[in-house]
């Protein structure tokens, strides 16, 4: 087969699977070293043709990932007649979930639609990450949402639960010492959303949060009067923004979540 061994990579798609899986194998052979020539996107049999020559002359083997049955056996018998070795991939795994799960979709490229939802998903829980507590107020023109509240109105779960929905969400605690970033009375108000919350359940969050940090509960933040004033100064933010309001006092993550989902798909 000469110095390196020769293999044509054939797909419907742009055969990363073929390359990773034939890759894996070679590497068992001729101390891994070896020479990889690609071929995506094949739609027809003349191109199947022109890769069974090439091999031939130059002593290479095939594999192939292609979902098209016509193709793929089509690619199994003329490698027999050219005495090419052709390594169907995906043909023996499709044919056997193709008896327990019915007829594939036999779509190319469903992967990749994966690989993209994925790396989607990893971009916003990178964001949120990035914009989380009003860090940057740089990521309010940028994000899909907007979420406002004072402190323990669980800002940062539901930002990192949005973002497993592909959302890009910012957060901005609202403090009366501090006034709100000037983006966040810039963008449209439909991706601002406030999360409201009962005075007397924050005041049982707020004192459960600094029990856990090994302090009294008797501090400020705990205060029904500090409580009451940030809910009113929130209340005077929410209204200047002109935002959706989703209250928080009871409601899981998973709930407060939905509510926004709803809110967003109205929008």
Same mark, same amino acid.
Do not use: W
């Given at each position: 087969?000469?110095?390196?061994?020769?293999?044509?990579?054939?797909?419907?798609?742009?055969?990363?699977?073929?390359?990773?899986?034939?890759?894996?194998? *070679?590497?068992?052979?001729?101390?891994?070293?070896?020479?990889?020539?690609? @071929?995506?996107?094949?739609?027809?049999?003349?191109?199947?043709?022109?890769?069974?020559?090439?091999?031939?002359?130059?002593?290479?083997?095939?594999?192939?990932?292609?979902?098209?049955?016509?193709?793929?056996?089509?690619?199994?018998?003329?490698?027999?007649? +050219?005495?090419?070795?052709?390594?169907?991939i995906m043909g023996?795994?499709?044919?056997?979930?193709? $008896?327990?799960?019915? /007829?594939?979709?036999?779509?190319?490229? *469903?992967? #990749?639609?994966?690989?993209? =939802?994925?790396? /989607?998903?990893?971009?916003?829980?990178? +964001?949120?990450?990035?914009? =989380?507590?009003?860090?940057?107020?740089?990521?309010?023109? $940028?994000?899909?949402? @907007?979420?406002?509240?004072?402190?323990?109105?669980?800002?940062?779960?539901?930002?990192?639960? *949005?973002?497993?929905?592909?959302?890009?969400?910012?957060?901005?605690?609202?403090?009366?010492?501090?006034?709100?970033?000037?983006?966040?009375?810039?963008?449209?108000?439909?991706?601002?959303?406030?999360?409201?919350? &009962?005075?007397?359940?924050?005041?049982?969050?707020?004192?459960?949060?600094?029990?856990?940090?090994?302090?009294?509960?008797?501090?400020?933040?705990?205060?029904?009067?500090?409580?009451?004033?940030?809910? #009113?100064?929130?209340?005077?933010?929410?209204?200047?923004?002109?935002?959706?309001v989703v209250d928080?006092?009871?409601?899981?993550?998973?709930?407060?979540? &939905?509510?926004? *989902?709803?809110?967003?798909?109205?929008?």
């Open positions: 087969m000469g110095e390196k061994p020769l293999v044509y990579v054939l797909s419907d798609s742009v055969g990363e699977t073929a390359d990773l899986v034939i890759k894996a194998g *070679l590497s068992q052979f001729n101390n891994g070293e070896y020479k990889i020539q690609r @071929i995506p996107y094949v739609e027809d049999k003349e191109t199947i043709d022109e890769v069974l020559i090439l091999a031939k002359e130059q002593q290479g083997i095939i594999g192939f990932t292609l979902v098209d049955p016509e193709l793929r056996n089509y690619l199994n018998l003329e490698a027999k007649k +050219f005495n090419v070795e052709a390594i169907d023996p795994m499709m044919e056997s979930m193709e $008896r327990l799960f019915g /007829k594939p979709r036999l779509e190319p490229g *469903l992967v #990749h639609k994966l690989d993209e =939802d994925y790396f /989607k998903r990893v971009e916003a829980i990178e +964001f949120a990450v990035k914009y =989380d507590d009003g860090r940057d107020p740089r990521g309010i023109a $940028r994000a899909d949402i @907007i979420l406002i509240g004072v402190s323990r109105t669980s800002k940062t779960p539901l930002s990192q639960y *949005l973002a497993h929905k592909r959302i890009k969400v910012a957060n901005v605690p609202i403090v009366p010492e501090v006034d709100p970033p000037e983006e966040l009375f810039e963008v449209s108000p439909e991706k601002c959303i406030g999360l409201r919350i &009962n005075p007397v359940k924050l005041n049982d969050i707020r004192r459960e949060r600094l029990k856990a940090l090994g302090l009294g509960d008797q501090a400020t933040y705990a205060h029904m009067d500090r409580i009451h004033q940030e809910l #009113h100064y929130f209340d005077k933010i929410v209204e200047k923004i002109g935002c959706r928080v006092s009871n409601k899981a993550v998973e709930e407060t979540a &939905n509510s926004i *989902l709803r809110i967003i798909k109205q929008n």
